[in-house]
């Protein structure tokens, strides 16, 4: 069958049109991704979580941020927004003082800070914060 | 190994046994996240600390995993049980396989 100039330009915007649509879900499920990867999509409950972030970040190049949740074993944070979402993951040894890391981390654009916390029992817990990110402004 | 890299921390001098104290730490790194380009508009290659250890006479106090997405200079600070005199050492992973390494002593007040 031959293609027409007609044909070959309506097939080009529905594959273009399917791109998009395909394209914008899985873009956004690379933290969810992340995530399933830890929680193996065990329920997240969000009591006894805390996490800190400013609402309005100036600098999205140092952004402060810290996050607590006692009894945890271990604690990842992740960028929803940022061209690879992973964070950094906090490790408690048996010496640890409590279970609360700070760090300061970059944010590409405006967007939801996740931390999740996998508890010495096995449950999960899960805190988001969004966070405003005005790169090169003066506040506000 | 990176050029300029050094360690700083700050742990109390002195604590009573049993108690949980604050600890800072920073080292200068510049974090390069292997997103950037350089002015011909070739990819900068990643360059990272990637593995923080924070460790009490060898028992763990943090393990850290840090990705591209932890600013430059890395910062961190959590706290820690002192169940004895001894020494905190601190070690720093870099992707080209330097190990930076600090170590503090706490004495018993």
């Known amino acids: 069958m031959a293609f027409t100039r007609r044909k070959m330009l309506i097939l ?14 899985a873009f956004a499920s690379l ?7 830890i929680t193996g999509g065990a329920e997240t409950s969000d009591a006894g979580i805390t996490l800190t972030a400013p609402e309005i970040a100036e600098n999205g190049n140092t952004v402060p941020v810290e ?16 061209p690879t979402p992973s964070v950094a993951t906090f490790n408690f040894g048996p010496l640890a003082g409590s279970q609360t890391g700070a760090t300061r981390i970059r ?9 999740i916390a996998t508890m010495a029992d ?3 817990l899960r805190a988001s914060v969004t966070v405003k990110v005005t790169i090169g402004g003066c506040g506000g | 190994m990176a050029e300029n890299v050094r360690p700083r921390v700050r742990v109390p001098k002195t604590a009573a046994a049993g108690e ?8 200068s790194h510049k974090m390069e996240s292997g997103q950037r380009k350089d002015g011909d508009g070739n990819v900068i290659p990643r360059s990272i600390i990637n593995r923080f250890v924070c460790a009490f006479n060898g028992v763990v106090v943090i393990d850290v995993t840090l990705e591209a997405a932890v600013s430059t200079n890395p910062f961190f600070e959590f706290e ?9 050492t601190f070690t720093w992973y870099d992707d080209d396989g330097s190990v930076y390494e600090e170590t503090k002593s706490v004495a018993i007040a």
Do not use: W, Y
């Open chain 1, 12 to 25: 080009g915007s529905a594959s273009f049109a399917t791109a998009a649509l395909a394209g914008l879900p």
């Open chain 1, 31 to 37: 933290t969810d991704d992340a995530i399933m990867a």
């Open chain 1, 67 to 82: 996050v607590s949740a006692p009894g945890a074993t271990s604690i990842a944070l992740f960028a929803s927004g940022n």
């Open chain 1, 107 to 115: 944010l590409a654009k405006t967007q939801d800070v996740v931390a």
């Open chain 1, 122 to 124: 096995g449950s999960f």
């Open chain 2, 20 to 27: 949980v104290i604050t600890i800072k730490s920073l080292i």
């Open chain 2, 80 to 88: 820690a049980v002192v169940p004895e005199a001894g020494d905190f």
